[in-house]
């Protein structure tokens, strides 16, 4: 036959992923880690490398790497699901407590993959929208779980892009008005330093999304992981695709992982980053600051895309911007780098917000920049 026959209707107004490969010198778009593995890990892996079996099958529940995980939380391998990243957990998620017919709750402005994924299983999603500091509207979000439709709740905490962390007090009303999954993402954890974890054992429907991905240099390998309930572990172990961490990625977390003291430093300088990064855009004249508990600062200013597009191509500086995104028009996210790449962005910034004030005096305007690149990425 000539012809193709459709795919799922739901599909159809989904854009594909494509992740455009800019080379810049200064890359402060997808909240990663600056530094590669530290030396020291490397070379612990490199010395067993000739060992490791690239011929073997990946153990399904990362066992080494689960064990470790569920000691340093005080809980049982049972309560521990490793992931292909934390996406792979968010999308097994909405397969077995979303699907047709089933209900999403999310607070946006937040992280993308929530929303996308209930497309792609066919949830219905609930949006309810933050506040002007991008604060969660409790009353709102414990009124609609009161109608009793909603089956997981996805709430980022700290949220990213906006990088504010929601009250635990709210945390715990959610908690409380219902029985539906309550997905705490803290992807951030190692930066905000605030955790659930302590309200597991009251709440059988808490589960907690962790990543390798920022704050331990793995971003590359793909590894993150859900503390929750052993039922709900249980259910999702039955939708995920049994190899999906590789031996590789869990040989690796596990060692990072065990070593994970030696990071402390690290995610000291960037907390220390952050501030500095904070700071100095907010004492540049027309940038408002969002204050983060992350490794990333969301800060507003005038043609937000046109600024993006001259850090881009003027200082090859890659940042993320959001001018398409409901409530975070002329947003821009910077991530936290190394100390000399936050002082590159921030002369960047200087540079460009200058350029544009003496142009202003000759009676220029700034052109818009089309571009979508800098939309992409985590
Ligand atoms: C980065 C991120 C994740 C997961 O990232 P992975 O690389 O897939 O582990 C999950 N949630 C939020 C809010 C994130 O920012």
């Given amino acids: 036959m000539d012809s193709l026959r459709l795919p799922r209707p739901e599909l159809e107004d989904l854009v594909p992923y494509e992740a455009k490969d800019v080379k810049v010198d200064v ?17 612990k892996l490199a010395k067993r490398l000739n060992e490791f079996e690239f011929n073997r ?22 309560n521990v699901l490793v ?13 077995s407590w979303g699907g047709p017919g089933r209900a999403v709750l999310d607070a946006p402005p ?12 066919g949830t219905k999603l609930v949006r309810i929208p933050r506040g002007p500091r991008f604060e969660v509207d409790g009353e709102a979000v414990l009124s609609r779980l009161a109608e ?27 908690l409380n008005a219902t029985d539906a999954l309550v997905l705490i993402d803290e992807a951030y954890f190692e930066f905000s330093r605030h955790t659930m974890r302590p309200h597991m054992s009251r709440h059988p429907n808490l589960a ?10 793995l971003a590359g390998l793909r590894v993150g992981y859900l503390l929750a309930h052993e039922d709900v572990v249980r259910e999702l172990t039955k939708v995920r695709q049994p190899y999906s961490v590789d031996s590789f990625a869990q040989w690796v977390a596990a060692t990072v992982f065990h070593e994970r003291v030696v990071f402390h430093e690290s995610i000291g300088d960037i907390m220390r980053g952050r501030d500095r990064l904070s700071h100095g855009l907010s004492a540049m004249e027309g940038v408002e600051v969002f204050p983060s508990e992350a490794n990333f600062v969301l800060f507003r200013v005038e043609h937000a895309s046109a600024l993006w597009r001259d850090l881009l191509h003027g ?16 947003c821009l996210r910077v991530t936290v780098g190394s100390e000399e790449e936050n002082e590159r962005f921030l002369a960047a910034m200087r540079d460009v917000l200058s350029r544009r004030r003496a142009s202003a005096i000759l009676g220029g305007s700034v052109q818009e920049s089309k571009e979508t690149v ?3 990425g985590y």
């Fill in 27 to 43: 890359s402060l778009a997808a909240n990663e880690h600056p530094s590669n593995l530290p030396g020291e890990i490397v070379e």
């Fill in 57 to 78: 099958y990946p153990d399904p529940t990362a066992g080494k790497l689960r064990g470790l995980i569920a000691e340093a939380n005080g809980l049982e391998p049972e």
């Fill in 83 to 95: 992931g292909n990243g934390g996406d792979e957990l968010i999308f097994d998620i909405l397969l």
């Fill in 110 to 121: 937040t992280f993308a993959m929530y929303a996308i994924d209930a497309q792609v299983t």
């Fill in 148 to 174: 009793g439709d909603i089956d997981v709740v996805m709430l980022a905490n700290p949220n990213n892009p906006t990088g504010n962390l929601i009250p635990e007090t709210l945390l715990i009303d959610i």
């Fill in 208 to 217: 907690i999304l962790r990543t390798f991905s920022k704050a331990f240099s």
């Fill in 315 to 330: 200082h090859s500086v890659l940042v993320r911007q959001f001018s398409r995104t409901p409530g975070l028009e002329d």
């Fill in 374 to 376: 800098g939309e992409l």
